[in-house]
């Protein structure tokens, strides 16, 4: 510590007791003639499950529409074309997905199964998911769609 330097000092001070913060007033309340508390627009977000629309789409079908969502970072395809979904299953509102990587060192390895299930997950008529990492049969380019490979000029 240098001279120049200032001492800094501080005080505590013991209390027996504190006063409780003050409540939040109820909803469509106006004490004192403030503005009246709206509704969270949130509420019971996460109570309700999305049901299954009667528009003759299988489940399945709409889980695909999800995945053609996601796209890789590193290439401007989506991954179901890509070929990185080898499977999706349905069953009494729980699906699995199978999908792969690039590669196992594919930077988003971290992070795309976890984007894969939350998109399945938002899907009206699921319930759970699961989705399953493997790497055999490795991805290789014959997987990709016509779609994806005209979109990356390859054909």
């Not at 503005?35 to 996460?46: H, S």
């Not at 899907?123 to 790497?135: F, I």
Request: hydrophobic residues 40%; glycine residues 6%; aromatic residues 6%.
């Amino acid at each position: 510590m240098t001279d120049t330097a200032p001492i800094r000092r501080f005080e505590i001070e013991l209390v027996d007791e504190v006063p409780p913060p003050a409540k939040a007033p109820p909803l469509q309340a106006t004490p004192g003639g403030q503005q009246p508390r709206e509704r969270d627009f949130l509420e019971g977000f996460l109570t309700e499950r999305n049901p299954a629309p009667d528009d003759g789409e299988t489940v399945v079908d709409r889980v695909v529409a999800a995945l053609r969502d996601i796209y890789d970072p590193e290439i401007p395809v989506n991954i179901y074309d890509l070929g990185l979904i080898y499977n999706v299953e349905e069953a009494d509102g729980h699906v699995v997905v199978t999908m792969t990587l690039t590669t196992p060192h594919c930077p988003v390895a971290e992070t795309m199964p976890g984007e894969v299930e939350l998109r399945v997950l938002a899907v009206p008529g699921v319930a759970t998911a699961d989705v399953n990492l493997v790497w055999d049969p490795p991805w290789n380019p014959a997987s990709m769609s016509d779609e994806a490979r005209l979109e990356l000029g390859m054909l």
